[in-house]
C-alpha cells in the first residue's frame, strides 16, 4: 500500500536536460525499491533505473552517463536526473515501487498511474 506522484516532465530540446521527481507515502511493505520506467507508442514499458531503501542503483543500457537516479528517504523522494536527452527518450516516465535483490528490480503488480510525459525534439 504506498502512494506515488511523478512530476516534471515536458518539452525540451535535444541536448536539454529534465528532473522529475517522485514522491512517495504510505506503507512499502518487502517492497524495497522504486524505480522510474518509460514506454513509448507501440513499446513495452522498460526499466531506466532503480533505487533501493539503501541506495544502491541500478541503471539501463542505453543510460550510460546520461542519467542519475538519487532517493531522499527524509523527504520520501526519488530522483531522476535526465542530460543530454535524445528524441529517443521521448516517452511516459513511470515511477513505481518494486521488489530489488541481486542487483535486479521487479516492479509490483497493480494499477499505473498516468506518469510523466517526457518530449524531446530534434
Known amino acids: 500500500q504506498v502512494q506515488l506522484v511523478e512530476s516534471g516532465g515536458g518539452l525540451v530540446q535535444a541536448g536539454g536536460s529534465l528532473r522529475l521527481s517522485c514522491v512517495f507515502s504510505g506503507d512499502t511493505g518487502t517492497l524495497n525499491g522504486l524505480g522510474w520506467l518509460r514506454q513509448s507508442p507501440g513499446n513495452e514499458r522498460e526499466l531506466v533505473a532503480a533505487i533501493d531503501s539503501e541506495e544502491t542503483t541500478k541503471y539501463a543500457d542505453f543510460v550510460g552517463d546520461r542519467i542519475v537516479i538519487s532517493r531522499d528517504g527524509a523527504k520520501n523522494t526519488v530522483t531522476l536526473l535526465m542530460d543530454k536527452l535524445k528524441p529517443e527518450d521521448t516517452a511516459v516516465y513511470y515511477c513505481?515501487?518494486?521488489?530489488?535483490?541481486?542487483?535486479?528490480?521487479?516492479?509490483?503488480?497493480?494499477?499505473w498511474g498516468q506518469g510523466t510525459q517526457v518530449n524531446v525534439s530534434p
Open positions: 513505481r515501487a518494486g521488489k530489488y535483490y541481486d542487483g535486479e528490480y521487479y516492479p509490483a503488480a497493480g494499477d
